[in-house]
């Protein structure tokens, strides 16, 4: 394996660590229902990516193209996750809350350490395969698929929430529209601008 693979194993070994733990603590404490939230879903996902990514080089000493792709749709998802709370949540519930909603509990791990590790070690150790065009729009999936199926247990009364954008007996199904453009948009530019540096980067590492 090269230094950059080698750096890639230990950050999403380490991501892996963080994300299992907290996640257990979260089930342990909620039970099933820990899953309502995209935070948690968006860290499992990273972290069966993260193991995906560490078989591949432990095993072949390259990524496939389909773990690249996997690996680049979970980093969309913990990012946005990462980038909500910092940008919607955290506002909302008063700046006075960032240091618990980044830096303690289980918070930490999930908010903070797990997402910020993911999009270290993707874009700058995992660069063996450069993402095409089509691969922005496939990474909105994940999240479209959480939308639509945390609208539709709002809309039967299973859950409230548990997010503010997504409680639409609370706020109307127009303000619940707004919220799912506004957040949508979010989610491809993030997407969008993951992958742009990801190649800018494959570039830049390939002139060196």
Not at 68 to 89: A, G, K, W
Not at 167 to 196: E, H, K
């Amino acid at each position: 394996m090269t230094t950059k693979q080698k750096i890639a194993v230990l950050l999403n070994l380490a991501s892996v660590g963080a994300q299992i733990y907290a996640s257990a603590i979260c089930i342990m404490s909620r039970g099933w229902w820990a899953f309502q939230y995209y935070t948690m879903d968006s860290n499992i996902f990273a972290a069966v990516t993260s193991i995906m990514l560490i078989f591949a080089l432990l095993g072949k000493g390259k990524t496939s193209e389909l773990v690249h792709n996997f690996r680049y749709y979970s980093t969309c998802c913990v990012t946005v996750t990462f980038i909500v709370v910092v940008t919607i949540l955290v506002p909302l519930d008063g700046w006075h809350t960032l240091p618990s909603r980044l830096f303690q509990g289980t918070d930490l791990w999930l908010h903070s350490v797990g997402p910020l590790l993911n999009i270290f070690s993707f874009l700058f150790f995992e660069q063996e395969v450069v993402l095409n065009k089509k691969q922005t729009y496939y990474a909105l999936i994940p999240t479209i698929i959480y939308a639509v199926i945390a609208i539709i247990l709002n809309l039967v009364r299973v859950l409230d929430g548990p997010y503010v954008f997504l409680r639409i007996y609370n706020q109307g199904v127009l303000m619940t529209f707004v919220w799912l453009i506004v957040i949508g948009l979010m989610v491809f530019g993030i997407a969008f601008l993951l992958r742009f540096l990801n190649i800018k980067l494959i570039s830049k590492s390939k002139n060196q």
